[in-house]
């Protein structure tokens, strides 16, 4: 069965940097686009970042643009979010998510185009 399994998070302070890893098993992992999103704490989800299937097309939320950087190994079906200069505002359960296609999105989309999602790994960005 399909799962996603992120990884990386933890407590850093702000200024600091951190790397998330979501390990996909259970489908052809080349052949679709993926997502971060986050949830803050008492917020609702939030889109954070896109990848389509190749890797070669990457989109990002306004608040963490020119920040992190997402990328993709197929050949060892894992997504990556690089994150840097990480702020308190980025607290937050990030999720890895399956989109149903190949093509990323510059924006966020309904969340029904999401058919599988990970167990998140909580970001904390403190002094």
């Known amino acids: 069965q399909v799962q996603l399994v992120e990884s990386g998070g933890g407590l850093v302070q702000p200024g600091g940097s951190l790397r998330l890893s979501c390990a996909a098993s259970?489908?052809?992992?080349?052949?679709?686009?993926m997502s971060w999103v986050r949830q803050a704490p008492g917020k609702g989800l939030e889109w954070v970042s896109d990848?389509?299937?190749?890797?070669?097309?990457?989109y990002y939320a306004d608040s963490v643009k020119g920040r992190f950087t997402i990328s993709r190994d197929n050949a060892k079906n894992t997504l990556y979010l690089q994150m840097d200069s990480l702020k308190p505002e980025d607290t937050a359960v990030y999720y890895c998510?399956?989109?149903?296609?190949?093509?990323?999105?510059?924006?966020?989309?309904?969340?029904?185009?999401?058919?599988?999602w990970g167990q998140g790994t909580q970001v904390t960005v403190s002094s």
């Open positions: 990848i389509n299937s190749g890797g070669g097309s990457t």
């Open positions: 998510a399956k989109r149903k296609i190949a093509v990323a999105y510059d924006y966020a989309t309904g969340w029904d185009e999401y058919d599988y």
């Open positions: 259970g489908f052809t992992f080349s052949n679709y686009a």
